[in-house]
């Protein structure tokens, strides 16, 4: 693409050690003559009291407490399989927490997320509110900013929560967390390390062995301390 380009700018050799954030930061110091600072940037997102408004309601309508938890999952990821940690872990999951907190469970994400959704929701045996591809992102937004812990795969809703300064866990599998993994000050990063990972691959071609292992009681006891 450099041909395009008024101005290409070398890939620097850390592209792969570092948070993506310092190769932006990298362009734009290029381009402006600036430099990079050597601590990543502080994200600070809040949600609009439209959204929140918003979210009250949803939940109102799906019987929350206000003085019960809220405790959200997010079980899928657009356009890759690979990164999907299995919908029964997820129900395991929300079993084994429930043994431990009163909580409200929900599910986020947007349309191409109903099937992971709808199949943690088929195997959950405690009560879990389905909101996948039924609320706008701001509906999403306001109600993440309620939570008080998100379970996810590597997906947006990730890094939105983790800005939010929600207790966010992430299960990374194929993928990298050095690179790509949700910046804030309440993030837990869960991955196993297997010879093949990370592949990047949207579809694993063999056992999918970096999710698999991953079993519920190691994510249950990875974010004990945040259920109180």
């Given at each position: ?70 405790i ?28 431990v ?34 609320t ?10 309620l ?50 990972s ?8 063999i ?22």
């Open positions: 693409r450099s041909p395009l380009l008024t101005q290409s700018v070398a890939v620097p050799e850390w592209k792969s050690s570092k948070h993506e954030s310092f190769y932006y930061l990298a362009l734009t110091a290029a381009a402006s003559g600036q430099s990079v600072s050597p601590e990543l940037p502080g994200i600070e997102f809040v949600a609009t009291s439209s959204a929140i408004n918003s979210a009250r309601e949803i939940l109102n309508r799906m019987g929350h407490k206000s003085e019960r938890p809220l959200a999952f997010g079980p899928g990821s657009t356009n890759s399989t690979a990164k999907r940690w299995p919908a029964a872990y997820f129900s395991q999951l929300c079993t084994l927490m429930a043994s907190v009163e909580a409200d469970f929900v599910i986020l994400g947007g349309s191409e997320d109903i099937e992971a959704a709808s199949q943690v929701e088929s195997d959950t045996k405690v009560r879990l509110v389905n909101l996948t591809g039924k706008t992102l701001s509906e999403a937004i306001g109600i993440l900013s939570s008080s812990v998100f379970i996810s795969n590597d997906m947006g809703l990730a890094h939105i929560g983790a800005a939010l300064d929600v207790r966010t866990a992430v299960i990374f599998g194929p993928t990298n967390d050095v690179t790509t993994r949700p910046l804030g000050k309440a993030v837990k990063i869960i991955r196993e390390p297997v010879e093949c990370p592949c990047m691959l949207r579809i694993c071609p056992d999918h062995r970096c999710m698999n292992r991953i079993h519920p009681k190691r994510v249950f006891e990875e974010i004990r301390d945040w259920l109180g």
